[in-house]
């Protein structure tokens, strides 16, 4: 909480809890996105002071060490792996990790519990991403790091509620640190994330703009193109909702629920589509993943100015709101 004693000095910036947990500068994560969240992307947030995550999605085990190791090339600093539970490959991805002693393991898409034992022996932080409060408890009962609440506002596989809602009742919940992550692309976002009891941020969509950010020129461009309604939920019957930015795939996917039809027709206009938008470049045919602020997105920069932007903005906006509103 801040109060009159415990002021925000200006330009001193903001560090809680997950600076220390993680070793890093300023408490904002990458979110760890397939074919997105790549070595380079990574090491040039953790270089900028946040904490860089690769995503290894359903990536083959081979690719992934490539990538822990092209990293670790890049920066000395602290990075990350996100580990999307579904994957065919999660066992032998989990058990690389703990051999490459990366410094952090964020999860996706299910409960990483069965995991955690050898995470932590090979002295890995988790921080698992969550969408409802019952599985935040479980996970903090079991003994996780942290927890990143993440509202449905954010890009790819989402949960039901907003981040507004979540995180305060997460915060709540669990007495380890809660860093928030859905909606959420400037100072303003951070300031609120803060404000809601959460030490800190993940953005991921802010980050797919990065310069370092390896993803096709026309995913970029379509991101920055995209206004406030550009983005929809396909995916809900089949138990994976999917956030995307509207597009031909995505029409596709909105007619197959419309007459309902079975797993296998949406399982084969899913095959490969994520990879085709992000690497390929194909904007109407493939999974073009992003969330709600999107819209927000007006240029490329490089991740270190992305990182200070959202920081120091959190900061002034924190500062000024203590000096007019609360001390006024
Ligand atoms: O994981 C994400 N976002 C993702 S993963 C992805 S790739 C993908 N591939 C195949 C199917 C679906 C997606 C694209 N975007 N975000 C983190 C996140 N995890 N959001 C929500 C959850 C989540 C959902 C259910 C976490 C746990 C969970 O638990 C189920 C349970 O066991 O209770």
């Not at 980050?207 to 396909?234: G, L, N, P, Q, S």
Request: aromatic share 4%; charged share 25%; glycine share 12%.
């Amino acid at each position: 909480m801040i109060t009159k004693n415990n002021r925000l000095k200006e330009g001193k910036a903001i560090k809680t809890r997950i600076c220390d947990l993680l070793g890093i500068k300023y408490p904002v994560l990458q979110g760890g996105m397939a074919w997105v969240s790549t070595a380079e992307l990574a090491a040039a947030v953790s270089e900028g002071g946040g904490l860089g995550i690769i995503g290894s999605g359903q990536a083959p085990p081979q690719w992934l060490r490539e990538q822990v190791k092209k990293a670790k090339e890049l920066t000395d600093k602290p990075f990350g792996v996100n580990v999307m539970l579904l994957s065919p490959h999660v066992e032998e991805i989990v058990q690389l990790l703990a051999e490459e002693k990366v410094s952090v393991v964020t999860t996706g898409a299910g409960n990483p519990g069965k995991y955690l034992g050898l995470l932590h022996g090979a002295g890995i932080k988790v921080i698992p991403v969550v969408s409802s409060v019952a599985l935040a408890k479980r996970l903090a009962r079991s003994g996780v790091d942290a927890i990143i609440a993440e509202g449905m506002e954010s890009g790819g596989h989402i949960g039901e509620l907003t981040t507004m809602a979540l995180v305060p009742q997460i915060v709540d919940a669990v007495d380890i640190p809660v860093i928030a992550a859905g909606g959420i692309f400037d100072g303003r976002g951070m300031a609120a994330a803060l404000m809601l009891g959460a030490e800190g941020v993940q953005m991921g969509t802010r980050f797919m703009c990065a310069k370092e950010c390896t993803i096709h020129e026309r995913v970029k461009e379509m991101v920055i193109r995209a206004k406030d309604r550009d983005t929809v939920v396909t995916g809900r019957p089949t138990g994976h909702p999917v956030r995307v930015l509207k597009n031909k795939l995505a029409r596709q996917f909105l007619e197959l629920e419309e007459r309902c039809a079975g797993s296998e027709e949406f399982e084969k206009l899913g095959v490969g589509r994520l990879r085709l938008a992000m690497q390929e470049g194909d904007v109407e045919m493939g999974s073009v993943m992003a969330g709600q602020v999107s819209s927000m997105v007006s240029r490329v920069q490089p991740a270190r100015e992305i990182i200070l932007e959202v920081v120091t903005g959190a900061e002034q906006i924190i500062k000024g709101f203590c000096d007019r509103v609360v001390n006024g």
